[in-house]
Structures are given as C-alpha cells and as structure tokens.
C-alpha cells in the first residue's frame, strides 16, 4: 500500500522560496506507471493542481504557478520535491502530494494523497 | 475561477439520494474522463471515482459516477451522517489537471 508523507517548513517569509519534500513508501518514483504530482488548498478554499513529475524527469506544470515553481525528483532517496519562488499571501495553502496517474486518452486521477501540509505566509 | 463548475451545497436526509453535478466543456470533461475525491473536514481529499465510473477497491456501491457530453455526475444513495463533506470533480484540460470548485453535503 502507497503512502504519500510531505515535510518542509510551516512558515514561508513573502519574496522568499518554499520548499517541500515527499516521501513514498510502499511504492516507486521509479515506477513507470504513474506521476507525482503536488496539489494545494487555501484555508477555506478549493484544490488547485500545481504540477507533476514522471520518473524520466519529464515535468507538468500548472500555468498559473509555471513561471514560479520547480518539481524534482530524488529516486534514490524515493522522494520527490516542490519549490515555489518569490511567495506571497496567496500562496499560503495546506500543501498535498498524490500519486498521479495520466494516460494516454485522458486517462487521470490522483491516488492516494499525503496527510498534507500547512504552509503560512506572514502578511 | 475553477474550469469546472460545481454547486456549491446540497443537502439531503439520511438514507435519501443525492446527486452532484459537475459541469465543463469539451477541452476538459467532452474528451477526458472523471475522477472524484471526498474530503471529510480536515482530512486530506480520497479518492472515490475514477474513469467516470469505476470505483477503487474499498468504495461502497452507494457511490457511483456518470458521464455524458461534458458534464459529469456523482450519485450517492442511502445517506449516512458520515457521508457531510466536500465533494470535487477533476478532470484534465489541455495542460493541466483541473479540479471542481467542490460542493458541501449535508446530510440533515
């Protein structure tokens, strides 16, 4: 059974970089059937898909966040990372990590997820 | 300002019906398929349909999908108190991977 667990720091000063790791056991990043993808949720909001990295490195990005953000994978360490420069108030959100999986035809949902983390941004 | 449109709340009584609809166009929902996730009040979003109607393995039968044109539907019968959360379609959409604005159930 996958399990999905992100870390990184809870507080984000505005202009800087937030940075975010996730960790998978019970499964591969190496795995050539799926993605891993990052999500967020302002407090009292929606999901928004941010983006998704597949295991040759090949990478996804929302256009709403693509001039800002950067996901990497570490296989080694069976992980896979989010950072996002230059925050502002609007990027304060909880935080998820999925697997994801995308196929040819349109063939796409996101299981399971990461517990999730809260990020602040300091007005 | 989500790509798919979703009401905002229903509500129903136990061991009633209820459905929510998911509306887009044919960049997203006309030529891709449907997921939805429930999101229980702090918890992460779980998965509860996939390629419109399929369920995972350990979803109750009460939770169905359905798909026609562009527009999706997510039906849940027999209603249990446990079932009030946050329900959201997604789909992709050209380049990205789009999510429903979600809808609040409540179960009375």
């Known amino acids: 059974q996958v399990h999905l667990q992100e870390s990184g720091p809870g507080l984000v000063r505005p202009s800087e970089t937030l940075s975010l790791t996730c960790a998978v056991s019970g499964g591969s990043t190496r795995d050539r059937n799926y993605h891993w993808g990052w999500i967020r949720q302002p407090p009292g909001k929606g999901l928004e898909w941010i983006g998704s990295?597949?295991?040759?490195?090949?990478?996804y990005y929302n256009p709403s966040v693509r001039s800002r953000v950067s996901i990497s994978s570490d296989t080694s360490k069976n992980q896979f990372s989010l950072k996002l420069t230059s925050v502002t108030a609007a990027d304060a959100a909880v935080y998820y990590c999925?697997?994801?999986?995308?196929?040819?035809?349109?063939?796409?949902?996101?299981?399971?997820w990461g517990q999730g983390t809260l990020v602040t941004v300091p007005s | 300002q989500s790509v798919l449109t979703q009401p905002p709340s229903v509500s129903a009584a136990p061991g009633q019906k209820v459905t929510i609809s998911c509306s887009g166009s044919s960049s997203n929902i006309g030529n891709n398929y449907v997921s939805w996730y429930q999101q229980l009040p702090g918890t992460a979003p779980k998965l509860l349909i996939y390629?419109?109607?399929k369920r995972p393995s350990g979803i109750p039968d009460r939770f169905s999908g359905s798909k026609s044109g562009t527009s999706a539907t997510l039906g849940i019968t027999g209603l249990q108190t446990g079932d009030e959360a946050d329900y959201y379609c997604?789909?992709?959409?050209?380049?990205?991977?789009?999510f429903g604005g979600g809808t609040k159930l409540t179960v009375l």
């Open positions: 990295i597949y295991y040759s490195g090949t990478t």
């Open positions: 997604g789909t992709w959409d050209g380049s990205l991977s789009a």
């Open positions: 390629d419109n109607d």
């Open positions: 999925a697997r994801h999986i995308l196929r040819s035809g349109g063939h796409t949902w996101l299981d399971p």
